[in-house]
Every structure is written in C-alpha cells, then in structure tokens.
C-alpha cells in the first residue's frame, strides 16, 4: 500500500494506492479479511484505488465467489472498473477497485506470451482539487437555543427605536426620500448583522468527507458479520444444513440492504420534494447519468475570471448584433399599439400578508444575508414591522433601494457531463438578499394580478405561470402534432436557441415594452426604472469575491422578477408567428414552430422560412441571438410518409 500526501496538504487525508494478489483456491478467510480491509481503509482516505490479480472470475455472473464480493463491494462503495477478459482463459481476474475517485480511459492490451499469461491494463484517473486544503474548510456559527434567545432579547429594542412605527398612513409614506429608504435599509441589516456577530460569532471549521454509501448502518453491518461466520462454517464443514443456513443469512442481508438504501433515498426525496434541482440531481445519480461526485470550479479559475467572462460574453453577443443586422428600432416597438389599461402604483400591503409571503418561502440564504433565514423566520414576529415599511415605502414612492440591487453570482455547470475548467460551460445565476427577494415576490403577486385580469399574457407560453408548466408545454404540442400524424400529415418541428437571452434584454426596451404592452405608467413604472438602474454584481467562488460591476443589460437568472420581465420583454413574438399562420409554444426563451402538411406538399415550408426571417429580424432588433448552430429542425409522422 502507498500512501499520497501532497506537501501542501499534509493535514488532509491521503490518496491510497494499493496492490492485492489473492491466491487461487479455497477463500474461507478471504472475503472476512478483505471486508476488514476495506472498512479500515475507508476509515484511513476517501480517494482510494486498488488494483492486483484476485484470482475471482467476475465475469461469471453465477460464480458463488463472484456474487459475495461484488455485495461486498457494493455495500462499502468501492466501483470495480475492468469489464473485459485479462486473462488467457478469457476470464476478468485483473481488477481495478476504486473508492471517491472517477476514472476513465481503462485499456486492456492485447495478450503478450512473453511477459505473462495476464494481460497489461492501464487506467488514468485524476484527483481534482486534492490540493485545495481551503476548500476544505467552511464558517460557520453556533446558533444554539441560548444564542437565538440573546438575539431576540438584544434585537428587539434596537429595532424599536430605530424605525417608524407601522400604523402610517400611506400618505406618509409619499414624503420620504430615496436616501431615507436607504438608510432604514442599511440600518436594518447592520442592526441585524452586528447583533448576530456578537451572539454566534462566525468560526472556521473543517468538514468531513460525506459517506458515499450513507444508507449503511449498524444492522445492515451486524446482518454482514452474520453471513461471513456462516459462509466461512459451511466452507469449513461442506455440509448442506450450513450452506442453506449461510444462502438463507445472505439473501436477509441483500434484503436489508436494499430496504436501507430505498428508504434513505425514499426520506431523501420527501425532504426535497419541493427543490426540482435536487430531485433531478439525485435520479440522475441513481440512473448512473450522472457522476455521484459534483463537479467543483477548479481553483485555477478566479472570481475574477468568470466576472470577465460574463461582462466580456454581453459585450460580444450584442455588438456581432449590431455589425450584423443593424438595428431598426421600430421593429422592437411596432408589434404593439398603446393598451388602455393601466397600472399607474402597487398597493401597499399589510402585516398579515408580508407575514404569508415570508413563511412560505424557501430557506435559502444569500451570502449578503445579514442573519441566516432561518433565524430571521423565527424571529420574524419581532422585525416584521421593520420589513413592512421598508418594503411599503419601496411600493409607494416607486425607489428600489440599492442594497437590494447588489447580487451575488454563482456560476452553475449547464451540464455536469461537462468540463468544468472551461469558462463557457457556466452560466450565472444570481443570488439575492432575502428581503430583497420577498419585495420582489409582492410586487410579482400585483404584476400577474394585472396581466391576468386584462388577458395581457402570452397564450401559448408556458414559462414561470401558474398552471403554465413544462407538462402542459409538452402535452400541448405532443398532442398537436400526433393529431397531425393521425389525420395523414407529417409535421415540421423547428426547436429555437437563443445565446444567454436573460442577459442581453435591453434595459430601454424593456421599459418601453412595460408602458406600452403592459400599461405600467406612473410610480409603478418608476418603481421598475429603479429596480433596473444601478444594478451591481461581483462572483465569488472558491471562498474568493470578484470585483463588483455594473449591470448595464439582462434581468437576474435566479430573481423572482426577472424571469416574468423576460416573459414580457418576449410579447410581441406570438404576434410576429401568428401573422404566418405556423403553430408554436415557448417556455421561457425556448421557442418550438411546428407546421402540418400533407406529403409532397413542400410550398408550405416557404411560410416557415418566412416566420423564420422575421423572428431573426425582431430578435435582432431587440438584441436577442438566434444561435443558428444549437437550433434543430425534426421531421416527424408516419414512417410511410415522412420518406416520400
């Protein structure tokens, strides 16, 4: 056994390399002795690879020996990587075993009767971020029942003293100044902020590999111990009371380890139920169509790299617009004539309703964050005035205030197949205050109100609306298009692709979109000038923070506002496809047009061709970019026909 520890992490666990020949013949201590090894092991390094000649065939699906060690295997979490004959009789007897550590490339070289009658096998296998001891190490507080009472006890009456009281009426409100609103704001946060430091200070901790086979537990270990005494008596005696005896304890312990591992993923998904990324994540996993280790940002890219990478990607995006199709400003404002409702203020809300709104939103907490969210839940009765006329006097005098503007971007992997040390593959996600996203929340409730109440939404699109899913998307157009199919039509399907649309909305058309699409006039349209101007973002990853940059164009990935203002800013296109007869549905910026027609009947791809070179013109005119290069077009129908 070789044991690795590279110099600049000497207090992390070491990358074991081991090297095991098992004799051929009897394995009565065999597979005891080797179950002990493992679990020492496992307890020593969570990056471990073992390689050597065990004389098993684990080609042999019916192989007693075969069956017990790859259970063995699977009920510690070691992968065994060589699926191919290493040996002259054609039987797999060279194995490599692998614990937390991916590996690709296994080669088995051809049979070289000079050398041996085993075959050489070569594998690659790379320890990312091994490195990286910081990475390692997280902060975190100690949120103990005395310190959330101190909390309370210390907040309370600092809060008191410090904002107005919650009976005001609105006209009150309409006396304030921006700089007052920024103020309460940031005396807010400070106040919360300052309190916690001095109940739970911040420490540094290191934190512990997870288990990659969390579902083991104590039973399922004794139910193991129990099968290996057996096995090793019946090897002993050959008699057949004990080798049922032994077939009987191992299909028990195949059986608890099973119901274990069903009932930690069953538990698992009941506590996410609600988190989609997660339940994704985790069949993914299950279905082997994902890696079980989450990829991270190497430490070769900075914070800096990728705030580079995204301003510099906006940059380029608009101005190959701009040199290729230069931009005709009536197309972005022609599609629509002035509507003549109108939606002039938001509503101030009361107590009982922000209360609603903050107990049924997700946990999540932001690194701006003053308190941790759960924390300002539980204390919510004590600070809920304060958030009230913070976010009352944002509706009102129509100001965003300009903490509430300042996000946090993490880059997120658009696949986890995907190389994380390519900048290209991230796209950003913003995080944002809490607070600043409940203000969001209430002004979104009004905004829809409004949209519903006039018909002013997109019939046939999908996108972030109630009731508006990816199911009923794909419902609408599957069953389109199998009516087709079923009435003798073949069907062209076009899949659209813009390039980072959240992130090139033009901040003027928006506005303008707002007023004359939407009928948002007066304070309420003030209140969406502010909330688009002086916007600031900085990346922070690998414990590193970038320098903060202006948000020039684009509306927040991972806002509550931002993807209903992308809705809108996308309006005049079901107008644009309507004018060529073509049916669509969109979801978000994923746009499908999908045309019926009888075989042979090809003129009717002339109108598509059309809607096309409309659709590209209006979406240069409003800098959104067609990627030619990721759109797909699908023939679909009877087999019969779509060949004729």
Known sequence: MLSLVHPSCETQKPVLLVIIYRPPGPYTEFLSDFSDFLSDLVLSSDKIIIVGDFNIHVDAKNDSLNIAFNLLLDSIGFSQNVKEPTHHFNHTLDLVLTYGIETEHVTVFPENPLLSDHFLITVTFTII?????ESRLYQSRCLSESAVTKFKNIIHPLLSSSMPCTNIEQSSYLNATPTEVDYLVNNFTSSLRTTLDTVAPVKTKAS????????????????KQITRKLERKWRVTNLEDHHLAWRNSLLLYKKALRKARTSYYSSLIEENKNNPRFLFSTVARLTKSQSSTEPTIPLTLTSNDFMNFFTNKIFIIREKITNNHPTDVTLSTATFSTINVKLDSFSP??????????NSSKPSTCLLDPIPTKLLKEVLPLINASILNMINLSLIIGYVPQAFKLAVVKPLLKKPSLDPAVLANYRPISNLPFISKILERVLVKQL?????????????QSGFRAQHSTETALVKVTNDLLMASDSGLISVLVLLDLSAAFDTVDHNILLERLEHAVGITGTALQWFVSY??????????????????????????????GPILFTLYMLPLGSIIRRHSINFHCYADDTQL??????????????LQECLKDIKTWMAANFLLLNSDQTEVIVLGPENLRNM
């Open 129 to 133: 971020d091994y490195t990286a001891a």
């Open 208 to 223: 512990n590999p997870k288990s990659l086979t969390p579902w083991y537990n104590s039973q399922t270990r004794s139910l």
């Open 349 to 358: 809300i009361d107590l009982s309703e922000l209360t609603s709104i903050i």
């Open 448 to 460: 829809t109100d409004h949209l519903q109440r006039n018909g002013l939404f997109e019939e046939f």
């Open 532 to 561: 688009l101007s002086n916007r600031l973002q900085f990346v922070h990853v690998n414990g590193e923070s970038s320098s903060h940059t202006k948000v020039n164009y684009g509306v927040p990935q991972g806002s509550v506002l």
């Open 594 to 607: 999908y045309l019926s027609m009888k075989p042979g009947i090809t003129d009717q791809l002339v109108k």
